[in-house]
């Protein structure tokens, strides 16, 4: 194994790294060998010098053998979706399910919090006794008899990644298009997937903020994925107004719920979350093409068997049994609710959607340092969106008044009100095949 620190000095130099150089790094990362300073370094290197396609792809190799790689085998296709991630990005909590009740089998390995995101992981963990790390047993029992399993990582699969995971969300290097390849195929790939299908996120809430950053983020997954085997279909979905109008880890399971039992369905969550799941189904064999997957998609919710499967799963990990009927009894509540109104009239025109994301980190909701806690009660929901009356801008679920008072003046902040209706946007900007 080359030294770490003549290692990170050729990248920082701009030189090509080998297979082997890169192999032996990362096996240093996952057995000690490498500290978290010289893999802070490492990150940094790679932001500024970038990877060559084939040095992605052997980064996303060793990521992906650091540990065990799994092997299914099932009645049905195995699938997973990702996304880069965004405010309000609840579609994860409703499309495994959704998908499951199509016969579709979603082993999803999920990650916290990063940067100004809020974390599938983070949200599950709201919801009492539920085990978001089980065992490898416990999770290929539960993908098998409920038809999915929301986790986090476990010390078993990619083990490399955890750790270079919790090191770029504290070291600025979120937003490497090599390092975010990396770190979301090595978990996919190690989960044993047929298919993945991601979503980009482009926009004022997305760490590429710009389309052409998306796409080229969206072509790196798809090259590295086909490169190593894994058929891998990429969207680009708008992130320039939270996709969800909750923000907040409870907050947004309580919104996934409301969704998966019809008491709720927004127009551009619903388009986005539709629209991935029948990617996946069609991938998958489940479909025959994208209309008649997403009207088998909307079957399995509208019935109820998306539900009912969602509180299979939130059970057999530990959860209450009866979530789904009862989310409201379940979920922690915050001791402030405010709402806050705009000061002027109009309509909202634009959404700095990042700092909606910074303030439910400043309450709480989301880390600063690997080590922080969350507190699962706080965050925003009713929050307004483009084109909509500037009345009511969201409210404010916070753990005192300081942090309201906060809350409050970064959400104002936040919007943008003008005369004028905004031009409406996409919700899905384009597709990467």
């Known amino acids: 194994m080359m030294l770490p620190q003549e290692l990170i000095r050729a990248k920082r130099d701009g030189r090509v790294l080998t297979d082997g150089e890169i192999t032996g790094f990362i096996s240093g990362l996952t057995d000690g060998r490498v500290t978290e300073g010289q893999a802070a370094a490492f990150a940094m290197a790679v932001f500024f010098r970038g990877l060559s396609l084939p040095e992605r792809v052997a980064l996303t190799r060793a990521m992906t053998h650091s540990g065990t790689v799994l092997d299914w085998d099932l009645p049905g296709p195995v699938l997973d979706k990702h996304s880069t991630g965004g405010v309000g990005d609840t579609v994860s909590l409703a499309l495994a399910p959704m998908v499951a009740a199509c016969g579709g089998y979603v082993p999803m390995i999920s990650g916290r919090g990063l940067g100004h995101t809020g974390g599938t992981l983070d949200k599950l963990a709201s919801i009492p006794g539920y085990d978001a790390t089980p065992g490898l047993d416990r999770f290929r029992s539960v993908t098998r008899s409920i038809g999915c399993a929301i986790i986090g990582q476990t010390a078993d699969l990619a083990p490399a990644d955890r750790r270079l995971y919790a090191i770029r969300d504290v070291t600025g290097t979120v937003e490497s298009l090599d390092l975010i390849t990396a770190s979301i195929l090595s978990k996919k790939l190690a989960a044993g997937l047929g298919g993945l299908v991601m979503d980009v996120k482009a926009g004022s809430g997305a760490f590429m903020a710009e389309t052409n950053e998306a796409r080229a983020l969206a072509e790196s997954i798809v090259a590295v994925a086909n490169c190593a085997g894994l058929r891998t279909v990429a969207l680009i979905t708008d992130m320039d107004a939270p996709l969800a109008s909750s923000a907040g880890n409870a907050l947004e399971v309580a919104y996934a719920v409301d969704y998966l039992t019809g008491r709720s369905g927004e127009p551009a969550f619903h388009a986005v979350t539709v629209a991935l799941c029948a990617e996946m189904l069609v991938l998958g064999g489940l479909a025959t093409d994208i209309a008649e997957a997403s009207r088998k998609v909307e079957d399995a919710r509208d019935s109820g068997r998306a539900a009912e499967i969602f ?59 690997p080590q922080d806690g969350i507190d699962p009660a706080v965050g925003l929901s009713s929050l307004a969106r ?47 095949a």
């Open 311 to 369: 509180g299979r799963m939130v059970s057999a990990l530990g959860g209450p049994a009866d979530f789904i009927e009862k989310a409201d009894r379940y979920r922690p509540v915050a001791p402030v609710v405010r709402a806050v109104r705009s000061l002027t009239t109009g309509v909202v025109s634009r959404i700095e959607t990042r700092e909606i994301g910074l303030a439910v980190i400043a309450l709480g909701g989301g880390r600063t340092r």
């Open 386 to 432: 483009p084109g909509d009356a500037a009345d009511l801008l969201g409210i404010v679920h916070a753990r005192n008044e300081t942090q309201a008072d906060s809350a409050e003046r970064a959400l104002r902040a936040a919007y943008r009100i003008t005369p004028n209706t905004p031009l409406p946007r996409l919700a899905i900007i384009e597709r990467i």
